[in-house]
């Protein structure tokens, strides 16, 4: 009996380790052996060791029944446990050992949890009922009176609940007697009608509409609805009444009558179209404003009100997918159609319907609205053909075009870009830019100076032509000229670059310079070149023209003379163009020195 009794039965010592157990519990604590239970340790299980202790202290005080606690399986689950137990002598006669009985509640916890959770939820509910609310039990008394209901009547709940014998009618009416609630209970045929302007019942549920004027504010208008409550056998338990305050719903019906008298002035008065028209592939107009009658042409209401409503249409089939699509989707809302004026010409309006059904299920009627959108829808088209031709220019443009949000993520992202970087679009649409594209060390800069951006959409390269340094897909760093410049969106500063990869301009820049250097190096060498070959020439030459003019001062034949004077001219004439060579050899190398003489202006 013991092996086979589902109920865990069990001797362990004080220590906790297991003497015997029948298989429920090894089943129960997910053990396959009492070997393998007892490695681990009774004391192990508990998912709070402090219920150990509290179990032996009140074993030494004698049996214990129904002590719950919480054990940690084998696999890891928690449980719930009940456990029965006493405390018997060992071989020496010491009680040290546990006799007793474990079982698994965990369900039977959880669904003590659960009920009374639900009973909780209950309560919370009632209590925040926007409506009055209360409950009685069958014999009448109050067991639920929640905080609207408080308000309503000025009795608090303490007042009322647990009291029969009608108490719970005297805030009402001023007297001990049956109300909606008690008759819920109580099924009768003759109901106190004089109470009630309009009283119904459904089954259990009563509903009335009344008067009360015990409240103290008045006259009150008030709907009251009650349902019998009945337990699983279908007995009448109780019952709970709901009761709303509509004295202001009274106050506003002659209210809603004077707005609708004004909606309806409205609707005669505004530049859209409002219509009431049957149902059916043609359809009939039974109700249109001026404006419509406008829309289409036509002198009055009259006559507009005596074609069909398919002969607004372009194309007739058209309002039988209309039609098709209201019944489908219930409604429609901004739905385009194709329709023609008195004299034939087109236009474009935009509907929005609502049918109503009869009991058949077939539309009776639908009301809507039509607005005239030819202009709109020109303009749109107009719209798109310029979006289009700007994506052209963008999709077809050599430079980089990017777009980036307020928060820095990119937005747009043309085929050059992809080009450029590497990156194709959809790798890169709605990723950081600064983390995409710039060098790491370059980050924390750009950063910084964007959030300034996002806040002002300012900064120091917005607006100008600026050179910076970008990084490819392959992680390679390259020149990049960017132009910036800062857009306000819905509110929010987001920014657009052109971009240009100048890595060949740069190199042909690079090759420019060093050419330059080059040339003016050898300029340079010229010019040192010449200086010290002037230098090396006029040394000579002033031996020349000197010793020619000594030449001259000796007795010489005329003809001597005469080639003596044409050396020293000639010397001194070269003389003239070794200085010249040497002054521009000097001002090339910024060492050219100015004399101040005085001279004769007439000479």
Known sequence: FVR???????????????????????????????????????????????????????????????????????????????????LAPDEQGRPTILEGTLEDVTARKQAEREVNESRQRLADILQFLPDATMVADADGRVTAWNRAMEEMTGVKAGDVLGKGNYEHAIPFYGERRPVLLDLAMQPREELEKEKYSHLKRHGDTISGEGKITHLGAGDVYFVGNAAALRDSTGNVTGAI???????????????????????????????????RNTGGPNGRFLQVNPALVRMFGYGSAEEFMKISVADTYQDPEERKRFIATVMAQGHVRNYLLALRRRDGSPFFASCTATPHYNEKGEIEWLDGVIEDVTERRRVEEAVRESEARLRTITDTAKDAIIMVDNDGRISYWNPAAEGIFGHPASEVMGHDLHLVLAPERYREAYLKGFSRFRETGEGP???????????????????????????????????????????????????????????????????????????????????????????????????QRDFTRTIRNSGEALLTIINDILDFSKIEAGKMELESRGFDLRQ
């Open 4 to 86: 086979r009794c589902p109920l865990g039965i069990f001797r362990t010592n004080v220590e906790g380790r297991i003497i015997e157990a029948n298989p429920a519990v090894l089943q129960t604590l997910g053990f396959a052996s009492l070997d393998e239970a007892n490695a681990l340790g009774l004391e192990n299980l508990y998912v709070d060791p402090a219920d150990r202790r509290r179990l032996l202290a009140a074993l030494r005080q004698g049996p214990v029944s129904g002590f719950m606690t919480r054990f940690r399986r084998a696999d890891g689950r928690i449980i719930d446990i009940s456990v029965g137990a006493s």
């Open 241 to 275: 009444e709901i009761v709303r305050d509509v004295t202001e719903r009274k106050r506003f019906e002659e209210a809603l009558r004077r707005s609708e008298e004004q909606f309806r002035t409205l609707v005669e008065n505004v530049n859209i179209g409002v219509y």
């Open 461 to 559: 390269a917005i607006g100008k032509v600026v050179e910076l340094e970008g990084r490819r897909r392959d992680g390679s760093e390259f020149p990049l000229e960017i132009a910036l410049s800062a857009i306000r969106l819905q509110g929010k500063w987001q920014a657009v670059a052109v971009l240009r990869d100048i890595s060949a301009r740069k190199a042909v820049e690079g090759d420019l310079k060093r050419a330059k250097e080059a040339a003016e190096a050898a300029n340079r060498a010229k010019s040192a070149f010449l200086a010290m070959m002037s230098h090396e020439i006029r040394t000579p030459m002033n031996a020349i023209i000197g010793m020619s003019g000594l030449l001259l001062d000796s007795p010489m034949t005329p003809q």
